[in-house]
């Protein structure tokens, strides 16, 4: 254990918590400077069965003494702690570690006892995902797979709490109609007003499930970005910046919305953002795209990981990173103007094809074969044609289709129908409405389009035309 100047053991933040502690200390005795004792105990995980919490940072600060000093042990990887020759008296205690910092939760402190020659013990737990929820919403029960989203929202440039702004949060659900045998997709939003402070509150959000979140302030709306809120602790706090720079007018949005052919001009400022993206066993990846969705720049990682983009938007803004075995992440980054914020990004869920003995020349898309051969109406590319354009996004595909027209540059781009200038229904496999280029050019097996009702599949017909994109296997 090492001695540090005292400072305040709860910092004042958005929500408060407590954390589950069990004492077990003897009797008190009279404060005597030469009386030492000693303070052990273990600090667990509740959100994941107890487990034990290793390189947790632990304080003791001494109470009712003229010589007021914090001392911090380490937990090993067993969780445990010790301070070996402590003042025998009274002492707040608390933990500090990266799980609880994601989540913001002090709580107030706690007091234990040290006896003369004797032994106090603590443990020490980050509070289960129930707690968590009652704390952030309370009085408001949350019914199960629901939980919590907060924070703060403040200006980008002056770090000033900003009241009175909109926090939005949409989400889909997809359902199964067994009737039609079809399944369906619907949308829910929810919202909440920051207070005085800055300070917004969602509760009875949907957990383990993406949410689309954006702020809006007067006039100006800021970008939109990704999160999910875990279903283990329920409660996921998540701070807002917003800037003129980074955000639109919302008349210049609603304008955008009802033209379907409007180009959004590129967000832009002087924030710059670098890193590094790594892979399995914490390997740099090369060659990755990174951008700042809304924003013009683009780079690929270098041959060690390394990215940088310049002349970004400040406020929170979300990055994507593309790499061809690796589902697309999106994540929300806070940019300040003039300002350099470093990440390290990591890549999870690598996707690997297992091996395959052919036996046959047959292709495993005989539908998208048949429909080829027979359709008199539909637009058809294969996979080799796919492969012999070598384009960077889904969207160039159809730059040579007069039936579409492609709005837009990059991964931002979108297709609508040439003749009524409104977007067809994409069709990844069998999932309805998705992005145009949620799915990379190299992942494709083969594209069919039709930019009428006449000939579509009669399970996505709409009236714009319907795209459906066939996946590798």
């Not at 009386?35 to 390189?55: H, K, M, Y």
């Not at 509070?127 to 919403?137: I, V």
């Amino acid at each position: 254990m090492s001695a540090r100047p005292r400072r305040p053991l709860l910092r004042a933040r958005t929500v408060g918590g407590a954390l589950a502690l069990t004492l077990f200390a003897g009797p008190a005795t009279g404060i005597d400077a030469q009386s030492v004792g000693r303070l052990e105990g273990t600090v667990v995980d509740s959100l994941r069965a107890a487990s034990p919490i290793a390189g947790a940072s632990v304080s003791a600060t001494r109470l009712g003494s003229q010589r007021e000093t914090t001392l911090v042990a380490h937990t090993d990887s067993r969780g445990r702690f010790a301070f070996d020759r402590l003042d025998a008296g009274e002492y707040a205690i608390g933990f500090e570690h990266a799980l609880l910092d994601s989540l913001e939760f002090g709580g107030p402190a706690r007091r234990v006892v040290v006896p003369d020659a004797g032994v106090a013990h603590a443990d020490l737990a980050v509070p289960s995902g129930g707690t968590l929820r009652s704390l952030a919403c309370p009085g408001m029960p949350l019914a199960k797979g629901t939980g919590a989203l907060l924070g703060i929202v403040s200006d980008a440039d002056t770090d000033r709490p900003v009241a009175g702004a909109q926090v939005a949060a949409a989400w889909t659900e997809l359902t199964f109609d067994k009737g039609i045998l079809q399944a369906m997709t619907l949308e829910h939003s929810g919202g909440a007003i920051t207070d005085s402070l800055g300070q917004y509150r969602l509760c009875g959000l949907p957990t383990d499930s993406w949410l689309l979140v954006q702020v809006q302030h007067a006039d100006r709306i800021g970008s939109a970005f990704q999160i999910s809120i875990a279903a283990a602790s329920g409660v996921q706090v998540r701070h807002i910046s917003i800037s003129r720079e980074g955000s639109r007018e919302r008349a210049v949005l609603d304008s955008a919305l009802r033209d379907s052919t409007r180009v959004l001009a590129p967000l832009a400022g002087t924030a710059t953002l670098a890193g590094i993206v790594r892979g399995s066993s914490r390997r740099p990846v090369a060659n990755a795209q990174v951008r700042v969705v809304g924003a013009t720049p683009v780079t690929r990682t270098d041959a060690n990981g390394w990215f940088s983009l310049t002349g970004l938007p400040s406020g929170t803004q979300e990055i994507e990173v593309r790499e061809l075995g690796f589902p697309v992440q999106r994540r929300p980054v806070d940019l300040k103007r003039g300002q350099t914020l470093r990440l390290e990004i990591d890549l999870a869920g690598v996707q690997t094809l297992e091996g395959m003995r052919a036996v046959a020349a047959r292709t495993p898309y005989e539908r998208f074969e048949t429909n080829r051969r027979l359709s008199l109406t539909g637009l058809f590319l294969t996979q080799e044609e796919i492969e012999k354009r070598h384009v960077q996004n889904t969207s160039e595909l159809f730059s040579s289709m007069s039936a579409f027209r492609v709005i837009g540059n990059g991964p931002d781009a979108k297709i609508i129908n040439a003749r009524g200038g409104c977007q067809p229904n994409v069709v990844v496999d069998y999932m309805q409405f998705q992005e145009i280029n949620q799915i990379q050019p190299s992942l494709i097996a083969g594209i069919e389009a039709y930019p009428t009702t006449n000939g579509a599949p009669a399970e996505f017909t709409n009236l714009c035309g319907v795209i459906r994109i066939w996946v590798k296997r």
